[in-house]
């Protein structure tokens, strides 16, 4: 672990980059999941560059995770997208699929929202609702901050309000506006990339489980190991294991993804629309 995480650069290096590509300063970063993907084309004077020219960028390996990152205006207001991100279960460490996120807090972005997939738990779920992360149950079994301690941050991070009140706010405003229903719920995140056991579903919905999913925990936390305020959505793609009739498919995660573009591009753009009024 530590020897992985030694060959990353230091995330200074990274950011420097960063502040040579963009010509804005966004305090606003988007991580862009399965379903959020259209969200690049509503960026006004959008520009691109890929994670292989940003040192210590992971490659990205899922359909429809595209690996590049982005500038521009959305809804008006300055914002980095990460279009695709890397997965533990991709066999990539900690380290590095939380490198773009230590970067991004060096760059000087403050807020960060992270979109994904997930399979519904919580027998009120639908595929293609939207649900705000309330919280979240690390079942990955590991840490992001394990391992030799970041020089200059906490080591112990504080998860009580892991969530940040005031930006999931700004997602329900923004959610009321668009007229869309906003799920809220607890994110439970498992390894992957097999799917679960309907034994499993069962015992995470006891555990108090909302929707299960393969990302964003690590990210949360080294965020908020570095201060940055965070939110979460899940695009619900399907019921999870055990709770439909039908076998489950990666095909169908990315087939309800594609459904629920439309609203899930009305409903970030407005969030960044309200986010940039409130400075
Ligand atoms: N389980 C785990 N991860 C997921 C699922 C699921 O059912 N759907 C989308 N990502």
Redesign the pocket.
């Known amino acids: 672990m530590s020897r992985m995480r030694n060959v990353l650069p230091n995330p200074q290096v990274a950011a420097a980059r960063l502040r040579r590509f963009c010509r804005l300063r966004p305090r606003l970063a988007i991580v862009l999941g ?1 379903g959020f993907q259209a969200v690049v084309r509503a960026l006004e004077g959008a520009r691109k560059v890929s994670y292989s020219r940003l040192p210590g960028f992971p490659p990205t390996g899922v359909s429809g995770h595209a690996g590049e990152l982005w500038e521009g205006r959305l809804g008006g207001t300055p914002a980095l997208v990460l279009s695709g991100r890397a997965h533990f279960y991709e066999g990539h460490s900690m380290a590095q699929i939380t490198f773009a996120v230590r970067a991004l807090a060096a760059f000087g972005v403050r807020d960060l929202l992270l979109t ?4 519904g738990i919580n027998p009120r779920f639908r595929p293609g609702d939207l649900m705000l992360v309330r919280d979240h149950i690390n079942f990955m079994g590991t840490n992001p901050l394990r391992g030799p301690v970041s020089p200059g941050l906490p080591q112990f991070v504080d998860l009580t309000c892991a969530y940040d009140p005031a930006l999931g706010g700004l997602l329900e405003r923004a959610a009321r506006r668009c007229g869309v229903r906003l799920r809220r719920g607890v994110y439970l995140a ?1 390894c ?1 990339p097999s ?2 056991t309907p034994a499993e579903i069962r015992a995470f919905r006891r555990l108090g489980a909302d929707a ?3 990302s964003t925990v690590p990210e949360v936390i080294v965020a908020r190991q570095c201060g940055l305020r965070v939110a979460a959505l899940s695009c619900i ?2 019921l ?2 055990g709770l439909a009739r039908g076998a ?1 498919s990666h095909a169908e ?1 990315l087939e309800t993804g594609q459904k629920i573009q439309t609203v899930a591009v009305g409903l970030l753009k407005t969030f960044a629309e309200l986010y940039g009024g409130e400075k």
């Open positions: 399965s994904n997939a997930a399979g498992v992957g799917y679960e299960v999913g393969m793609t399907n999870a294991a489950l995660v």
